[in-house]
């Protein structure tokens, strides 16, 4: 979970801003295990507890809706961009609580790494290939659904075509722009019904 500020909603897509500095949590066990040293089955059976962690460099993130991934534009500190990053994830449900707004989806596990001069990687391959042979108790459930996300987006880099043509790497935040929240705000872990 991480506290971004919505830049722009348009009828495509939702762009966020989250600064370097910004804190967010990820989930643990509540005695601090968190997933990677955790045996899937019993992840998936367990409480899980939010805890807190520092983002070290800013966030610029795109959510095309319909799409099976967004795409994150890495910023260091001093503002210059670094890599973009593709996450293949379930497309986003938009939802709003009270003065809470909040983008849900599910991550998928495998990534896309993109570097400046638009050399990719996959991410996290073997750990979701090993996810994979449980399906007991891996969300995950259509692995082709997720590698063609992820050809979708290797295309889009290796041809330059939007979003890896450019577009918002010089990108800044408004200056007037509050700092994040670093509580979880009320209504974070609200359930739909």
Known sequence: MAPFRAV???DDAILLWM???ATAWHFTLPDGRGMAQVPL?????????????TIDH???????????????????????????YANLEAPPALWRHGDLTGLDTTDWD?????????????????????RLTLPEAYWVDDEERVRRAGREVI???????????GTWRDF??????PAPPRELPHGWDRVET
């Open 8 to 10: 722009a909603d348009v």
């Open 19 to 21: 600064p370097a500095g």
């Open 41 to 53: 089955p019993e992840w998936s059976a367990s409480d899980r507890v939010p805890a807190r962690h």
């Open 58 to 84: 800013g966030v610029l993130s795109w959510h095309p809706r319909g799409r099976d991934y967004s795409i994150r534009w890495f910023f260091r500190p001093d503002g210059g961009f670094f890599r973009w």
């Open 110 to 130: 495998l990534d896309v790494v993109v570097e400046p001069d638009r050399t990719w990687r996959w991410k996290d391959e073997e750990e979701f290939a090993a």
């Open 155 to 165: 295309a889009l880099a290796e041809s330059g075509a939007f979003p890896f043509d």
């Open 172 to 177: 800044r935040p408004d200056p007037s722009w």
